[in-house]
């Protein structure tokens, strides 16, 4: 009846399906619907730079040598590195994190930071710089091995995000030095922020193209990439071996879903653990059933109206005065963001520290100020065109029309202009006047945002909308000045300017991001796009 | 037949020119694509790297006779987003949206057709009366919104089926039904139309004066000469199997040729524009031919036209 080989055979079936039990993964995966993944088709932080890569970059794939407290205050926290100290004002030393393992199972080393930070990843042939002037390197540029050439923009965002970095120079297999070429206090900052990230050379130099590597890049992150097809998903999977603790979930699946109701009736039917850049106005509905909630709010991004001096009613610095003091900017949060989010002080963040200046404000909604500054400006009702784009940013349309209806009360007369893209918006004619725009900041320094936005290397003044001459001496000062305290009189001096005597443009309010989940998982929103999915925020 | 052949076939190349200048100049000149590829927070020398890069720094006259000279010479251009051939972006994306649109193809047909001859036969009944409101009603509801509407009762409701995606064939039932609801109620309104003209004519009289059985007249002579309004329709909803689904696609995150389209206009991705209306022109075409040539086969007198106009 029985062979002697099934006999024989027989325990071993017994075992077998007891040992997969034992060895199955037993954490959950999960699916996030979100309205895009990323713009570029890449995942490369270097050539993505919208916010939406953010959520799916940080803290869950790419790490920097300094982290940020993602679920905290977003301060800088030891990342990839365990220390870092100054060796002079132009110079970081910084100490790696022994023991961390890519995805692909290699050792983070030395070798592998120099390669995130060198020419055939990051500069390409572009030129290090300072106040105007190139500074020679002797690096020579290797010609790239064809499929290997960076897409010309890569080099540019590096230089914008490193502009003087000299070279880094391995002092030993887990140290490295960093040196730029001047004075810079904002380096460990430069380190935190997008763009640092590392990366596994050995991965760069094996994928057969840069865009291989880019839609896979091998990183130190918890999650790894599994699958990723551009405007459809992006499937992560654990890293087992990561170097803060095994990750809580077994498999992320980012779905793009660019409707909002699509996106909302997907989490309400349980195809998505999580629906992202939800609308405040839709937040009620979802919590009216009680198995949802929703999470998140103010991010590190500020909602700005952007003047352009050159337009013959706004030349008068009165006239865009009277624009800043005829908003009542907490009504605009309360009705179109129910309270979910503040009026900030002006461009700058409370993770400034040391540079954050809390006695500053927005300028106050005033009407009676503002007629009087129209008065004395002369200005007799010409028609002021506000450039805006179909709600590319939340509540835009609906802000829009409010802020519109809140200047024809101090005696403004504006029209709105819609427009479909960026390019309509910035084209440079006698009709540009007003727009919409965020600014971010990527490191906790001014620099990041009122140098980097409206400096003189700045977007605003190299469209030619709005440029000031000693917004721009300041604009050197500080980014290359040491002593805090005239940074920080710098830094006040340049607010003065650009947000109450000659204004670039002016705060409407901090931005907040929105998340809806079931109300059983135990997971919390960090105060930016990125979500932390790392051990420690996880639990059903 | 050749002559005919000869002189359609030129005018699908003229139609196909004209499409893709046309896009051309409107893409072009309503945005700068390395400022909305690269968004609003690009540093100004990454845009302008961008655009030396891809040529957008050049007269557009000079990009449109490159690119053009490329198109003849068989190269349909690289997505500026993707870096990779754009007829292998579309290419790849056409099983799914043919994966939507061909079973809606198949219950538009299947239920619009049927349903007009039987609310034409009982012309002012009942059952007439309720196949024109719902054929009324689903013309009238956008897709968008009868697409949410199925979702809110099939997914969130019942739980009966997913709400988008494109993990099963299960997740394909919404998107294919709400397709394929508003092209059954376009046609069933056409059909009962075209066999209302029919039945008044004086032959179906003549015949069933004849004494031919009802059955055999509305087969035999209602339907065929009923047949040709309803080919034309149906002509257009094939030449719409590639790109009729853009705003189906969108509400249910389903990743075909409509959500490639959108993402590349959004993006002026002009050569995946372009690779997807040379397709869609080129479908619109070909179904406009054999639409044509049916119309030859459906009515005699049809195919000699041509000759007895010449013979004038």
Known sequence: MFSRRAILAAPGLAVLPRFAVAQADVRPAITIAVQKISNTNTLEVLREQSNVGERVFSSSLWEGLIGRDWLGDLRTVPGLATAWRRVSDSAVEVSLRQGVRFHNGDEMTAEDVVFSFSRERMFGTTLASAQGRTIPIGEGMPAPRPGKELPPEVPAVARRAWPALERVEVVDRYTLRFHNATPDVTLEGRLSRNGSEIMSRRAFEEAATWLDWARRPVTTGPYKVAEFRPDQMLVLVAHDEYWGG????????????????????????????????????????????????????????????????????????????????????????????????????????????????????????????????????????????????????????????????????????????MKENWSQILERSPTRAVRDWSNSAPFNDPVSSLVNQHGPNGQQQQVGEWTNEE???????????????????????????????????????????????????????SPAFAMDFRQGNWGV | MLRFLFFRLLRAAVTIVMVVSFAFVVLRLSGDPAQIIMGADAPPEAVDAFRAAWGLDQPLWRQYFHYFGAILSGDLGRSMRDGRDAILLVVERIPATLALTLPALAIKLGLGIPAGVYAALHRNSWADRLVMLLAVAGFTVPSFVLGLLLVLLFAVQLGWLPS??????????????????????????????????????????????????????????????????????????????????????????????????????????????????LLVAATMVTANLVVDLLYGLLDPRLRNQPRAAGAH
């Open chain 1, 246 to 417: 095994r990750p809580p979930l077994r498999q992320i699946r980012f779905v793009e879903v660019p409707e909002v109701a699509s996106r909302i009736n997907g989490l309400r039917s349980g195809d998505f653990h999580f629906a992202c850049d939800i609308p405040p106005d839709q937040i009620p509905g979802i919590e009216r059933d009680r198995a949802f909630e929703v999470q998140g709010g103010t991010i590190l991004n500020h909602r700005l109206t952007c003047f352009d001096k050159t337009h013959a009613a706004l030349r008068d610095p009165r006239v865009r005065r009277a624009f800043t003091h005829a908003i009542d900017r907490q009504a605009i949060v309360d009705s179109l963001w129910a309270g979910r989010t503040v009026v900030p002080k002006g461009l700058q963040w409370p993770y400034y520290e040391g540079m954050f200046l809390a006695d500053w404000e927005v300028p106050r909604f005033d009407l009676a100020e503002a007629r009087r500054l129209l008065r004395e400006a002369g200005y007799k009702g010409e028609p002021i065109p506000y450039r805006l784009l179909n709600n590319y940013y939340t509540n835009q349309n609906a802000t829009a029309q409010v802020l519109v209806e809140m200047w024809r009360a101090a005696g403004l007369n504006v029209q709105i202009e």
């Open chain 1, 471 to 525: 917004m721009n001496r300041l604009s050197v000062e500080l980014e290359t000045g040491t002593d805090r305290a005239r940074r920080r009189a710098a830094f006040r001096r340049m607010l003065e300017i650009s947000e109450r005597e000659d204004p670039a443009y002016t705060v409407l309010h901090q931005n907040a991001t929105f998340t809806a989940k079931r109300r059983e998982i135990r997971w919390k929103a």
């Open chain 2, 164 to 277: 988008g995606g494109q993990e099963s064939w299960r997740h394909g039932i919404l998107p294919m039904l709400t397709l394929g609801i508003g092209g059954a109620a376009v046609l069933a309104r056409f059909t009962r139309s075209a066999m209302l003209e029919v039945l008044g004519q004086p032959y179906i009289r003549t015949a069933s004066a004849k004494g031919v059985p009802w059955r055999a007249v509305v087969w035999g002579h209602a339907l065929p000469n009923a047949a040709i309004p309803t080919v034309t329709i149906v002509g257009f909803m094939v030449g719409s199997l590639i790109a009729g689904a853009v705003v189906v696609e969108s509400v249910f995150s389903w990743p075909g040729v409509g959500r490639l389209l959108v993402v590349a206009v959004a993006n002026r991705d002009l050569a995946v524009v372009q690779c997807v209306l």
